[in-house]
T-cell receptor
Framework: EAQVTQNPRYLITVTGKKLTVTCSQN?????MSWYRQDPGLGLRQIYY???????DKGDVPEGYKVSRKEKRNFPLILESPSPNQTSLYFC???????????FGSGTRLTVV | KQEVTQIPAALSVPEGENLVLNCSFT??????LQWFRQDPGKGLTSLLL?????REQTSGRLNASLDKSSGRSTLYIAASQPGDSATYLC????????????FGEGTQLTVNP
């Protein structure tokens, strides 16, 4: 089944403890992206990747890192999480720029 | 900067009614427009994708139209059912934004039996 898989689905962590949210797609898509969703602010892009080893900042990149060493994987790294990063995170992929997007099921992160 | 607005923010209708959800965007330089459905606590499910050169797309009871020049899209849902209850999100893929999707805040739809 064609899909975008995120792990974990739920995560509670403490301020400052480094964490990684994984994202993997099995559709050979070139384009991958991370979004966060917050009440009243909607979905906002954090980082995106046009292809392997090509990444760029979205609207809200502060406090996040990404890497794209393989085409299928696009992990989101929080080096020192803070409470304002408590949010619902989505990974998405697209065959190429200009094509439709497939989203993962989301990761609900709580930082205390 | 692209801005996407969805009206209404919430809508409650009786089962069987036909309804229209509206989406407007400020920058007409778009690749495409995509409608999604989000159920509470769940991910986004793609409903329809309209390329900038297209006027409409249909899937079952759903029909989406695009008027790029006026910056508007509508999602028409025919014969609504309780299972259609969800939040519907409109997202625009921009030509000059790394194909970033800019989302509206959604319309929360409730279909009452």
């Amino acid at each position: 089944e064609a899909q975008v898989t995120q792990n974990p689905r739920y995560l509670i962590t403490v301020t400052g403890k480094k964490l990684t949210v994984t994202c993997s797609q099995n559709m050979n898509h070139e384009y991958m992206s991370w979004y966060r969703q917050d009440p009243g602010l909607g979905l906002r892009q954090i980082y995106y990747s046009m292809n392997v080893e090509v990444t760029d900042k979205g609207d809200v990149p502060e406090g996040y890192k990404v890497s794209r060493k393989e085409k299928r994987n696009f992990p989101l790294i929080l080096e020192s999480p803070s409470p304002n990063q408590t949010s619902l995170y989505f990974c998405a992929s697209s065959f190429r720029v200009g094509y439709g997007y497939t989203f993962g099921s989301g990761t609900r992160l709580t930082v205390v | 900067k692209q801005e996407v607005t969805q009206i209404p923010a919430a809508l409650s209708v009786p089962e069987g009614e036909n309804l229209v959800l509206n989406c407007s965007f400020t920058d007409s330089a778009i690749y495409n427009l995509q409608w999604f459905r989000q159920d509470p606590g769940k991910g986004l499910t793609s409903l329809l994708l309209i390329q900038s050169s297209q006027r409409e797309q249909t899937s079952g009871r759903l029909n989406a139209s695009l008027d790029k020049s006026s910056g508007r899209s509508t999602l028409y849902i025919a014969a609504s059912q309780p299972g259609d209850s969800a939040t519907y999100l409109c997202a625009v893929g921009g030509e000059t934004s790394g194909s970033r999707l800019t989302f509206g805040e959604g319309t929360q739809l409730t279909v009452n039996p």
